[in-house]
């Protein structure tokens, strides 16, 4: 059974321009979330798809923004970078069976940053 | 304000010895709490996952324990190895499907 899957690993961006992400989640999984890691603030939650509407937000500026597809593939983009944005982005699916429990598996990351 | 605080600085242990881990929380009430172990540059792996009724699950060398009076969880590793070396970070769902990660313990097991 294949994982999540992240594209791209890794990319160089400059201040200003904006970038997508990409995640394929393990298949069956309906549920898809996007995370920011720094070394500064940990796990950041940015937010969760399910069933290509986005169902739970966290505290990030509109410049991110995400949406996920009828395959349950999603996207995530940032526009306008910042040099702040540079990070791992994370993405993990779940089988979104038992609602409070939401057991993730994660993909490997995409490792942006910004210059 | 909501909170999911771990032990920021890292925990040094000599190989065997029974590596522990704390995880508080504050204004959450959560019916699981689960841990996940993150390697450099990789993303976190579940490890154990434990429900509110719960108040200890075990799998193989690592015991999780649940206090919901306390707000606690600790995570235990038993007769510790070199190859534990990594982030511990505990996790709570906030309100069906958000999953809330804490800092993380970086854990150094020396051989």
């Known amino acids: 059974k294949a994982g999540v899957t992240q594209t791209p690993r890794y990319l160089i961006k400059t201040r200003g321009q904006q970038v997508t992400l990409s995640c394929s989640p393990i298949?069956?999984?309906?549920?898809v979330s996007w995370y920011q890691q720094t070394p500064g603030q940990g796990l950041q939650f940015l937010f969760e798809?399910?069933?290509?509407?986005?169902?739970n937000k966290g505290n990030f500026p509109g410049r991110f923004s995400g949406r996920q597809f009828s395959n349950s593939r999603s996207e995530m983009n940032v526009s306008t970078l910042e040099l702040g944005d540079s990070a791992l982005y994370l993405c993990?699916?779940?089988?979104?069976?038992?609602?409070?429990?939401?057991?993730?598996?994660f993909g490997a990351g995409s490792r942006l940053t910004v210059l | 304000s909501q909170k999911i605080e771990q032990n920021s600085e890292a925990l040094n242990i000599q190989e065997g010895k029974t590596a522990t881990l704390t995880c508080n929380y504050t204004?959450?009430?959560?019916?699981?709490l689960q841990w996940y172990r993150q390697d450099p540059g990789r993303g976190p792996v579940f490890l154990l996952l434990?429900?509110?009724?719960?108040k200890e699950k075990r799998k193989e060398r690592l015991k999780v324990t649940f206090d919901t009076t306390l707000k606690q969880s600790l995570f235990h590793i038993t007769a510790s190895q070199p190859a534990d070396s990594a982030t511990y970070l505990c996790?709570?769902?906030?309100?069906?499907?958000?999953?809330?990660f804490g800092a993380g313990t970086r854990l150094f097991v020396k051989a």
């Open positions: 434990i429900r509110e009724n719960e």
């Open positions: 996790a709570l769902v906030d309100g069906g499907f958000k999953t809330i």
């Open positions: 798809y399910f069933s290509e509407t986005q169902r």
């Open positions: 298949s069956g999984h309906r549920s």
């Open positions: 204004n959450y009430s959560p019916a699981y």
């Open positions: 993990a699916s779940s089988s979104d069976r038992v609602s409070g429990a939401n057991v993730l598996t």
